[in-house]
């Protein structure tokens, strides 16, 4: 049964599959895992108005987009539901206009598409995903590529339990915030992204009680890179850095460890360890690829895959 997929089963099944239907890995297999819409009702979308209605139905929903689909007023966030998987069919499909909002919920899955939220980042917040308060989400294989508006990715207010993998962040400033809270409650998983000539929050992780950083590709970024903030306990691992002003930082209270890394090119000199890290593999199974190969795997397999959901 699904459901009661390990981590490292549901990996291995991403890896192997055009599945439209996997379940998540790292933090956000956890308690009870983000199988999304896993077993519910599975619906193709190709306009706004069916998106938003199945986005923001009752009960399970695996809503696999065709195409380009244009968000009216540029900058709306369609509300996503709890138990939703929203993703592409093929390489190509793309939510232009608009991002997706999570709020209060629980259980979903984006994977698969390319999103573009613009607007005037003084005077809105608009995020290709915004994930206020909520639990169990997992993000893959996106690629967020949008000039303006304010975050590509924003989670906050306690969301927890989150993945983020596989996707590419690209063309940006304030590139993927998680935090706004006072709590340190917030548990992630971000793994093999690449974050391409971006600027600042690659990303910015404030008051997290377990940040696992591994085998991501960092290049190009002209602010900073892993940033440890607030409270935040980091584990980095094998996170290959090339042209990066400050590839790794960390404020005064956080804890911070990081091995195998590469930092080349003009890049600025990572922080320095910070007591120990939390252990991941006290919390789930995974797949620790070599430093080296990071730069090959992720410009090869990050962003949509034409063999993802068919
Ligand atoms: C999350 O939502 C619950 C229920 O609405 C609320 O009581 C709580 O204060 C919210 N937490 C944050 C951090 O916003």
């Given at each position: 049964m699904r459901l009661a997929a390990t981590a490292a089963v549901a990996h291995l099944a991403s890896l192997a599959s055009a599945a439209c239907d996997d379940v998540a890995d790292g933090f956000a297999s956890l308690y009870g895992g983000t199988t999304g819409g896993l077993s519910g009702i599975e619906v193709v979308v190709n306009n706004l108005e069916n998106l938003r209605t199945y986005a923001s139905a009752e009960g399970p929903h695996i809503i696999k987009v065709e195409g380009t689909i244009t968000v009216d007023l540029a900058g709306k966030e369609l509300e996503v539901a709890s138990d939703k998987t929203i993703i592409g069919v093929g390489d190509s499909a793309h939510i232009e206009n608009g991002g997706f909002g999570i709020h209060g919920v629980s259980n979903v899955i984006i994977r698969n598409l390319r999103i573009t939220n613009p607007g005037d980042p003084d005077e809105s917040d608009h995020d290709c995903i915004q994930a206020d308060n909520s639990t169990n989400i997992w993000i893959d294989h996106c690629l967020f590529d949008d000039p303006s508006g304010d975050g590509l990715v924003d989670l906050r207010k306690d969301a927890t339990l989150f993945t983020v993998s596989n996707t590419i962040f690209r063309n940006h400033d304030k590139t993927f915030g998680i935090g706004w809270t006072e709590n340190v409650v917030a548990e992630g998983t971000i793994h093999h992204n690449w974050f391409d000539g971006t600027h600042q929050?690659?990303?910015?992780?404030?008051?997290?009680l377990h940040a696992h950083l591994y085998n991501n590709y960092v290049t190009g970024v002209t602010g900073y890179g892993h940033y440890a903030r607030g409270s935040t306990d980091a584990r980095i691992e094998n996170v290959y850095f090339v042209d990066?002003?400050?590839p790794i930082t960390a404020d005064e209270d956080a804890t911070l460890t990081s091995t195998g890394i590469i930092v080349e090119g003009d890049s600025g000199e990572p922080a320095a360890d910070q007591g120990e890290a939390f252990s991941p593999s006290d919390f789930y199974d995974y797949k620790l690829d070599a430093t080296e190969d990071v730069p090959s795997i992720v410009e090869g397999s990050a962003g949509p895959q034409a063999g993802i959901c068919s």
């Open positions: 929050r690659n990303p910015s992780a404030d008051n997290l990066t002003a400050d």
